[in-house]
């Protein structure tokens, strides 16, 4: 079993930054790669970012890239998500997630223990 906790979300304008970290419980947090799934209000779940084990891989959406950076600190059990250029589009709640895979997972029903989310509010 793995516990996710996610936090740093908030309000910010656009063109703003805003980092995420989530930590994970147990013993295995540095053998799965990591995600980040974003949900806006009326829209299905989103990936967003994915991280491999090592923290040496990443993939991003279209939307995300070039804005985004994911990785992680595997001593610390937290992953991270920083957001730059943000822009009123990326409102949503994001959720941290973990899979059993090894290599960056960009497909969102891969994902196997989620945190409870963190809403991003983007303003004009």
């Known amino acids: 079993q793995v516990q996710l906790v996610e936090s740093g979300g908030g309000l910010v304008q656009s063109g703003g930054s805003l980092i995420f970290s989530c930590v994970a419980s147990g013993r295995t947090f540095s053998s799965r790669a990591m995600g980040w799934v974003r949900q806006a209000p009326g829209k299905e779940r989103e990936f967003v970012a994915g991280?491999?084990?090592?923290?040496?891989?990443?993939q991003y959406a279209d939307s995300a890239k070039g804005r985004f950076t994911n990785s992680r600190d595997n001593a610390k059990n937290t992953v991270y998500l920083q957001m730059n250029s943000l822009k009123v589009e990326d409102t949503a709640r994001y959720y941290c997630?973990?899979?059993?895979?090894?290599?960056?997972?960009?497909?969102?029903?891969?994902?196997?223990?989620w945190g409870q989310g963190t809403q991003v509010t983007v303003s004009s």
């Open positions: 997630a973990a899979s059993r895979q090894y290599t960056a997972v960009v497909v969102t029903t891969a994902y196997e223990y």
């Open positions: 991280i491999s084990v090592s923290g040496a891989f990443t």
